[in-house]
């Protein structure tokens, strides 16, 4: 079975902090999500990496950082936590290409900034 | 650029019974995917059932079946004899051929009651 776990499932963190969360995938995927989810937005993509070190920028990239220095890990980083960046994080994987494209999420990760 | 509509934020439906969540998308294109996922409460985000545009024949999976409307742009997920276990977040997802990344609703919040 196809694994994607995330580090935290709930995190509080202060306003001006920095804040690291992390991303990891079993299953040898290139393909890499961060995502945020918010109630009547649904989830906007903010990071998205294809491979080791490459990465392109989603809907809503502002206040955010992404590192993947290892194909089975990818982290988001808030450089200085807002409190408008309190939300639900959605880590998801996949193949690249056609040949296998469900993208596989994690359990998700509920930050608060206070 | 491409968009998602789930005009139903909330459904309900009894147990046994079938209900239809709707999902229209916008596009030029006439290549691409389409997905529904489905997020049960405190749960990981799953893939319900894709289909693909260039297939006339409608995608199914057990109670699970999708009435594909290419030149109307609507993709509506049917669920048959409705379990409890049913009850969750359902979100329309759509994807280019040519990117390996989803533009998703806003998602229908699914009830069911015994």
């Known amino acids: 079975d196809v694994k994607v776990t995330q580090s935290s499932r709930y995190l509080v963190k202060r306003t001006g902090e920095k804040v690291f969360l992390e991303c990891v995938q079993d299953?040898?995927?290139?393909?890499m999500f961060w995502y945020r989810q918010d109630p009547g937005l649904g989830l906007r993509l903010i990071y998205f990496?294809?491979?080791?070190?490459?990465?392109e920028k989603g809907d809503i990239p502002e206040g955010y950082s992404v590192s993947r220095e290892k194909k089975e890990r990818f982290s988001l980083i808030l450089e200085s936590a807002s409190t408008n960046q309190t939300s639900m994080y959605l880590c998801?994987?996949?193949?690249?290409?056609?040949?296998?494209?469900?993208?596989?999420f994690g359990p998700g990760t509920r930050l608060t900034v206070t | 650029a491409q968009t998602v509509t789930q005009s139903q934020p909330e459904m309900s439906v009894q147990e046994a019974e079938t209900v239809t969540l709707s999902c229209t998308y916008d596009t030029s294109e006439s290549d691409y995917y389409l997905f529904w996922y489905k997020q049960p409460p405190s749960r990981q985000m799953i893939l319900v059932i894709r289909q693909e545009a260039y297939k006339q024949q409608n995608a199914t999976e057990n109670r699970f079946s999708v009435n594909f409307q290419k030149a109307a742009k609507s993709f509506s997920l049917k669920i048959s004899d409705s379990q409890l276990g049913d009850a969750a977040m359902y979100f329309c997802?759509?994807?280019?051929?040519?990117?390996?990344?989803?533009?998703f609703g806003t998602g229908t919040r699914l009830q069911v009651f015994p």
């Open positions: 998801a994987s996949n193949f690249r290409g056609a040949v296998s494209y469900e993208q596989y």
């Open positions: 990496s294809y491979d080791v070190k490459m990465k």
């Open positions: 299953m040898d995927h290139e393909n």
């Open positions: 997802a759509y994807r280019s051929h040519n990117t390996d990344k989803l533009i």
